[in-house]
């Protein structure tokens, strides 16, 4: 599985204006929402749920909120550049400023688990995170993040 499997150029948001997490978690669930076709509402409830489970925030800045939905056909990623970074009860407690948003299908097991685990392989990647903080614009952002060597690995 590639990210350009699960990330379209317009669920790549390059300046996300948010002061909290639960805002960047809304603004996420309303372009998600846009994306799939489902109601903004519940995606929010389903993200909120998971982040009640533990923090999707896994350090160094990143967060991976993500969530299974009955309604959705195929897995979806949205990724946004935070304006300025926010604070999200991370694992390092440091603030976030890269947020990658995984939806996928209730019986996506095992696919929605790759796909977590080549998200978080792409973005533990130093250079590929300097990159990504250091552009913005959207194409510039969705070019990084399909064509890094860290998102080809397996």
Do not use: W
Not at 2 to 30: C, F, M, W, Y
Not at 31 to 51: D, P, Q
Not at 69 to 91: H, N
Not at 100 to 129: M, N, V, W, Y
């Amino acid at each position: 599985m590639e990210i350009s499997d699960i990330l379209e150029p317009k669920g790549v948001v390059a300046n996300l204006r948010a002061t909290s997490k639960k805002q960047a978690l809304q603004e996420l669930a309303h372009l998600a929402a846009e994306l799939t076709g489902l109601h903004e509402r519940v995606i929010f409830n389903v993200l909120l749920e998971r982040e009640r489970l533990g923090t999707t925030g896994v350090g160094n800045g990143i967060a991976i909120p993500h969530g299974k939905l009955p309604q959705l056909e195929k897995l979806v990623g949205l990724f946004a550049r935070l304006e300025k970074p926010i604070a999200y009860e991370s694992i390092d407690e440091q603030p976030v400023d890269l947020i990658f948003l995984l939806l996928a299908p209730e019986q996506a097991g095992a696919e929605h688990l790759k796909a977590l685990a080549r998200i978080s392989r792409l973005l533990r990647d130093k250079p590929t995170c300097e990159k990504l903080r250091g552009t913005d614009k959207s194409d510039a952002l969705y070019a990084l993040l399909i064509e890094n060597p860290a998102s080809q690995a397996a």
